[in-house]
Nanobody, 118 residues
């Protein structure tokens, strides 16, 4: 059974930092591209960051220079380091796993809440 379990969300002040983690089980982790999606209140879900099986990364324009995605294949874990957080970064962050050649993720985590507020 495939499981993606996120952790690390919470409440942080503007300008602060958080590190999200996503632990995968039940999958051959290193054959999946991994990603982090964000669902903000009243907005469409968006892809915030992605990392390929080879380690190539891509980011939404809104987070470039502030967020960093990384993966540790030995630990079956993907991370999202979020710095200089803004109130508009608030939302539910979900980890995803996508097979190469597929357009959409095949597996989703349950999500973790990130709230940026003073």
């Amino acid at each position: 059974q495939v499981q993606l379990v996120e952790s690390g969300g919470g409440l942080v002040q503007p300008g602060g930092s958080l590190r999200l983690s996503c632990a995968a089980s039940g999958v051959t982790f290193n054959i999946y591209a991994m990603g982090w999606y964000r669902q903000a209140p009243g907005k469409q879900r968006e892809l915030v960051a992605g990392i390929s099986t080879a380690g190539s990364t891509n980011y939404a324009d809104s987070v470039k220079g502030r967020f960093t995605i990384s993966r540790d294949n030995a630990k079956n874990t993907v991370y999202l380091q979020m710095n200089s957080l803004k109130p508009e970064d608030t939302g539910v962050y979900s980890c995803t796993a996508r097979l190469s050649g597929h357009m959409w993720p095949s597996h989703w985590g349950q999500g973790t809440q990130v709230t940026v507020s003073s």
